[in-house]
């Protein structure tokens, strides 16, 4: 009778991020822009632009996407790169805010904190078992690569204060960045400190949602430059509050909805020489809310509409509270011999959540009666604990020479712990209900993940225009796991799985240059998600014991070119996607577990167009189509078949932007712009039961924001979702019946009034 879910998946911080972490008036820095010759991150921070200009032409942007630096319009496959000025510009905050900035980007929300990533249409829908899409903060990954920690949908969803840019490489990265790339990745390039000048930064913000409450922001970042031209330190910290939107009509609280986020970053780079260099960060992020963990509103499946009302929810009380929290600690050494350079990667990462989800529509229509109780109501508690350490060496040798190459090793290790709680209490005092014994217990833990993997690419430039590169991956993994359950509405379970596997990866990408402005691309690469040992499955039943590894190959064709006078770039990709042995949650006899079954195709077009229209005028574009759909039916348990489309990608999505900077007076200027984008429509999860999915329609916003700068002073104000559009994220049952209604619909953040004001100094 237990609805078992599959479990997707040192407390010290230095005083700096501690400081962060209960200060309130806390951080964002002023971004440096990247320069046109491609300098790096260190040398654009050093010397950073004015605040305000009227652009003449576009900014070359310098990517790290191949671990070498290098413009991201000579970079051989698809990159988006997300300017962290741009970012603090559409007062932009989380993966909602910006991923239609990104051809081929979409987000599955579950609320705040619970975002699944999606790129290029790989995903099999909110059930997702494991990331598709990898995170990286600089050169450190960071996440689950498991199904033991929630990795598909606890996306480290970094506040991008602070953050010189965001790289989003699309298509597969299994040979560079390994496991968990299927989709492609996503980077977030944190601002370096700068050992040549004294800078700092304090921005304090409100805003007001439509039909919900008020929230703040605050940043601060310092940066201390402790040995001139060696060593120096940069320290930033913020607060937030997300308002809420959502009323409970079961106890009658307003805006139940509303996120605390508050967190932080140090960083101290030692530049002993021009050849060595060693950066020490620690990050640190919390996300807490009473309602979160039951975000949405219930709806009626077919017709969508609110049942209680619009924007209103009923859930039991004291349930819906969730909380996660990030911490990231790294060491990254370079050191250039002259011949090759070599780096070291090493990380240790915390992530602890807790949640408390209502159940009482899964549980109390059939609970009840059993139990002989008249009013119970029940949630699931669930605490989840996980510790990761990487360490990654590599060796590459100098990018000016005919043949480049590159050999790394890399090693990560997982310990999770993810437990699973019924409570049974009263539905209108909240109180708990004596049982004779507890109502349910399944717990996964210790679960451990190892990885070893080594891998290299060679890059032969045959003429000054055209080059190929070839590169492999070879993997280790290993998972072992120990389960127990038991109560009144699970079996009683005491048993240990191990499992191994042994993916490869490969990578052919050649390049020719028509000239400095036009490039051509093809690329053939491949990737993989780790298999493991099932959870949920006891002993003696029927479903399988491990599930393998699913493994995909993307094909792909792209264009980039800049215009003569840099006024203009235009990037183009098509793309074919071939994915088998999909991993997918299925289920049986009310125990859901993980199965290998099923093929799927995605192919699709991507296009974007940057234009300076005039001084200060610049007009951006992305569209992207689309189609991904399975190639065979799904296995037993599940209900896809051969035609259908894949969960929760829209077959078109569009976003335009304009900006504009101008000049008011002496030592004022101002700007003003809009951004507007297009989700088209999407059908939800596979089901369980044989029956029509549901549709869920598209839906467009309209952003728009204004500021001035006077002196160091920046002064700004912003709307977003100007026409309080309610899109929908993701939807999914409250019940045992997949089919049955209510459903739970996630929307987008109704419009969303805002101002701030920041000083630099």
Known sequence: MF????????????????????????????????????????????????????????????????????????????????????????????????????????????????????????????????????????????GSSTVYA????????????????????????????????????????????????????????????????????????????????????????????????????????????????????????????????????????????????????????????????????????????????????????????????????TSYGKLDKRSNTDATFAYGPLVNPLLGLDNGAYSISNPLDLNKVTQELRLQSAADQTVEWRAGVFFTREHTTNEQDVNVFDATTGAPIALPAPAGHVAVGPANFKEWAGYADITWHATSRFAVTVGGRYSHDSTEFHETSYGLLAPTADFTLKSTDKPATYLVNPTFKFNDNLMVYGRIASSFRPGGANTSVLPGTDAPKTFDQDRLVNYELGLKSSSEDKRSTVELAAFLIDWKDIQLAAQEGGVSFLSNGGKARSHGLEASWNYVAANGLVLSTNATWTHAELTSDTPPGLFGRKGDRLPYVPKLNANLGIDYDFTVGENWSAFV?????????????????????????????????????????????????????????????????????????????????????????
């Open 673 to 761: 712009g809009g951004s507007y984008r297009y989700v088209g429509d999407r059908v939800s999860d596979f089901s369980t039961v044989d029956g029509p999915r549901f549709a869920i329609p598209s839906y467009s916003t309209l952003d728009l924001r204004a500021g001035v700068y006077v002196g160091d002073f920046t002064f700004k104000a912003y709307v977003k979702n100007v026409f309080d559009k309610r899109g929908v994220s993701s939807i999914g049952p409250e019940t045992l019946d997949p089919r049955a209604s209510p459903f739970s619909a996630r929307y987008i953040v109704p419009r969303t009034v805002g101002v701030s004001a920041s000083v630099d100094f």
């Open 150 to 345: 929630a990795g598909s949908i606890l996306t480290p969803d970094i506040d991008p204060d602070d953050v010189d840019r965001i790289e989003v490489l699309r298509g597969p990265q299994g040979t560079l960045y390994g496991s968990n790339t299927l989709g492609g990745l996503v980077k977030f390039v944190t601002t370096p400190p700068d050992s040549t000048r004294f800078a700092g930064r304090v921005q304090v913000g409100g805003s007001s949602v439509s039909h919900g409450g008020d929230g703040f922001d605050t940043h601060a970042m310092v940066n201390l430059p402790l040995v001139k031209d060696e060593l120096a330190l940069r320290v930033n910290a913020y607060a937030r509050r997300d308002p809420g939107y959502i009323d409970n009509v079961a106890d009658g609280k307003k805006h139940t909805n509303d996120a605390k986020i508050r967190g932080g970053r140090a960083q101290l780079l030692w530049t002993p020489s021009s050849n060595v260099s060693v950066r020490l960060a620690a990050l640190a992020q919390n996300l807490d809310g009473d309602a979160l963990a039951n975000a949405g509103v219930q709806i009626d499946p077919v017709s969508l509409r609110p049942i209680y009302g619009d924007l209103r929810q009923s859930q039991a009380i004291g349930t819906g509270k969730f909380g996660v929290r990030y911490r990231l600690y790294s060491a990254d050494v370079s050191a250039d011999f002259g011949w090759a350079t070599l780096v070291s990667s």
């Open 3 to 142: 609805r078992r879910q599959p479990f997707h998946g040192q407390k010290s911080i230095c005083a700096a991020i501690a400081l962060a972490l209960s200060v309130p008036v806390l951080a964002a820095a002023q971004d440096a822009p990247v320069s046109a010759q491609g300098s790096d991150a260190a040398q654009a921070a050093a010397h950073p632009q004015a605040k305000s200009h009227e652009p003449t032409e576009l900014t070359a942007v310098t990517v790290t996407a191949n671990k070498r630096s290098e413009r991201v319009m000579d970079v051989p496959m698809a990159v988006s790169a997300l300017n962290g000025g741009q970012l603090e510009r559409e007062s932009a905050q989380s993966f909602a805010d910006y991923a239609t900035r990104v051809p081929g980007l979409n987000t599955v929300s579950q609320g705040p904190g619970q975002t699944q990533l999606t790129l290029r249409g790989i995903t099999s829908g909110s059930n997702t078992p494991n990331a598709t899409v990898g995170t990286y903060i600089d050169d450190t990954p960071f």
